[in-house]
C-alpha cells in the first residue's frame, strides 16, 4: 500500500536550519519527489522538486539517497515567515499522487 | 500573469444537493487537477484532466465527477452531497501532464455540507 509519512509537527528558531523528511518507500523509478509550502486560507505553493542525490534552489535543498524510500526537505535559516505546513508529493506509478500528512513548522524569535 | 482561479470561494450546501465548482488555469497550462483537503485525511488526489480528458483518478466514489473544457478551464461536480464532503477543494494547473512538473495552485474552494 503507497504510503507517505512525515513527521506531524517541527518546532524551530529563526536564523537555524531545519530538516523534514517524508518517508515514501513504494516511489516509482521514475516519479520526482516534491515538496509543498502552505499557510493558512491558501493553497499549496511550490518549493522544490527532485529525483536523485541533492538540488538546490535559492529557498531549499533536497536530499534524496539512493534508495529513494526517503527524501529530506532543507531549509536554511528559517524566518518567522516559513512558519506553515510543508508537504511532500510523491507519484506512485506516476498515476497515483499522494501527499506526505504534512509537517507543521512553527519557526520561534 | 494571473495564477489560478477558483470560484466560488466558499459555499454551503445542504445534503443531497449538487455542487459544481470552477477552476481557471494560469493561461498556457493544460493540465488541471483537482484535490480535497480535510483535517482528517490530509491533502486528497481527485482527479486529474489534459487536453479535455481525465487522465488520472483518485479513489473517490463516482459522485465526484469533472470535465475539462477547451480552453482549458476544468469544472468538479460532486452530487448528493453529504457532510463528510465538507473539505477544501484546490485546484492545480501545469504547463503539461507529467509529475516531474510543477504544479500551481489556486486558493481553493471551501464547500460546508449542513
Known amino acids: 500500500l503507497a504510503k507517505t509519512t512525515q513527521p506531524i509537527s517541527m518546532d524551530s528558531y529563526e536564523g537555524q536550519e531545519v530538516n523534514i523528511t517524508c518517508s515514501h518507500n513504494n516511489i516509482a523509478t521514475n516519479d520526482y519527489i516534491t515538496w509543498y509550502q502552505q499557510f493558512p486560507s491558501q493553497g499549496p505553493r511550490f518549493i522544490i522538486q527532485g529525483y536523485k542525490t541533492k538540488v538546490t534552489n535559492e529557498v531549499a535543498s533536497l536530499f534524496i539517497p539512493a534508495d529513494r524510500k526517503s527524501s529530506t526537505l532543507s531549509l536554511p535559516r528559517v524566518s518567522l515567515s516559513d512558519t506553515a505546513v510543508y508537504y511532500c508529493?510523491?507519484?506512485?506509478?506516476?498515476?497515483?499522487?499522494?501527499f506526505g500528512t504534512g509537517t507543521r513548522l512553527q519557526v520561534f524569535p | 500573469k494571473a495564477g489560478v482561479t477558483q470560484t466560488p470561494r466558499y459555499l454551503i450546501k445542504t445534503r443531497g444537493q449538487q455542487v459544481t465548482l470552477s477552476c481557471s488555469p494560469i493561461?498556457?497550462?493544460?493540465?488541471v487537477s483537482w484535490y480535497q483537503q480535510t483535517p482528517g485525511q490530509g491533502l486528497q488526489f481527485l482527479f486529474e484532466?489534459?487536453?479535455?480528458?481525465?487522465?488520472n483518478k483518485g479513489n473517490f466514489p463516482g459522485r465526484f465527477s469533472g470535465r475539462q473544457f477547451s480552453n482549458s478551464r476544468s469544472e468538479m461536480n460532486v452530487s448528493t452531497l453529504e457532510l463528510g464532503d465538507s473539505a477544501l477543494y484546490l485546484c492545480a494547473s501545469s504547463f503539461k501532464m507529467d509529475t516531474n512538473t510543477e504544479a500551481f495552485f489556486g486558493q481553493g474552494t471551501r464547500l460546508t455540507v449542513v
Open positions: 493561461s498556457g497550462h493544460r493540465s
Open positions: 508529493l510523491v507519484a506512485y506509478n506516476t498515476d497515483k499522487l499522494i
Open positions: 484532466y489534459f487536453s479535455e480528458t481525465q487522465r
